[in-house]
């Protein structure tokens, strides 16, 4: 009777183990040619929302096209700019593809990819404003807007805020540029800091212009997981091989 209920387990088991092999190998199958990118859809024209809520740009074709053609099937979410780097710590999203500068504090919690877009900064403000600056720094007599989380945001704080030059009550950060830009139509603040060519964009559908260049020499990359370097690997391929080719200039001459 002992050895025949031993009998009985044992084949349970065996079983029972064969089934969670099995189970699992179908997760990782599935997981495996996933990928999730997640963005900041607030950024024309790299990442931004069309009129039927697809999220669309330069990044989202782009990292899309290389993962596509690696065999990936690719989901994009949006996510809030400064939630980017927690999601992709987490594992929630694979790749930020959201305009994102590589800069030292980023590569410090996540790896990026070789840079695909060099930007600066910018002021955007209401047209035909009469806002006055003889340098970027007499922005500190304005009220000002950025994207939290973002250099925009960054530059704000160190130059105009940080040496104690502007109050802090005159700067408003917010999860998207889109609502920076709103409010600054509604006047409720009289310029924005953000990205040149993303100013650019704004400022040929909307009653905004730049008034100024603030120089700062940003390189866009990807970014993924700490430690992920064969996905970082494929991503750096697919960009070299893109870059420069005939269907780069295509995804350039469609955007910008
Ligand atoms: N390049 C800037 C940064 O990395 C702004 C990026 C904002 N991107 C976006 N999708 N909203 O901080």
Known sequence: MKIKTNKLMSSILVFVLAVTVLAFSGCV????????????????????????????GFDIDMTKGILEDLGYTVEVKDITFDSLIPSLQTGKIDVIAAAMTITADREEQVDF???YYEADQSILVVEGSNIDLENTIDLQNYT???????TGAAWVEENLVGNGTMSAQNFSRYD?????????????????VLDKPVAEAFAANK?????????????????????????????????????GTEEWNTLVETYF
């Open 29 to 56: 199958e599935e997981d495996e040619n996933k990928v999730i990118i997640g963005t900041s859809a607030d950024f024309p024209p790299f990442e931004y929302m069309d009129d039927d809520g697809n999220i669309i």
């Open 113 to 115: 990819t070789d840079p």
């Open 144 to 150: 000002v807007g950025a994207q939290t989380g973002t």
């Open 176 to 192: 998207t540029y889109t609502l920076a830009v709103l409010d600054l139509i509604n006047e409720n603040i009289e310029a924005v």
């Open 207 to 243: 009653e905004v212009e730049i008034i100024e260049t603030i120089i700062t020499g940003e390189s866009y990359g990807l970014a993924v997981q700490e430690g992920n370097t064969d996905l970082l690997e494929e991503l750096n391929q697919g960009l070299s091989d893109l870059i």
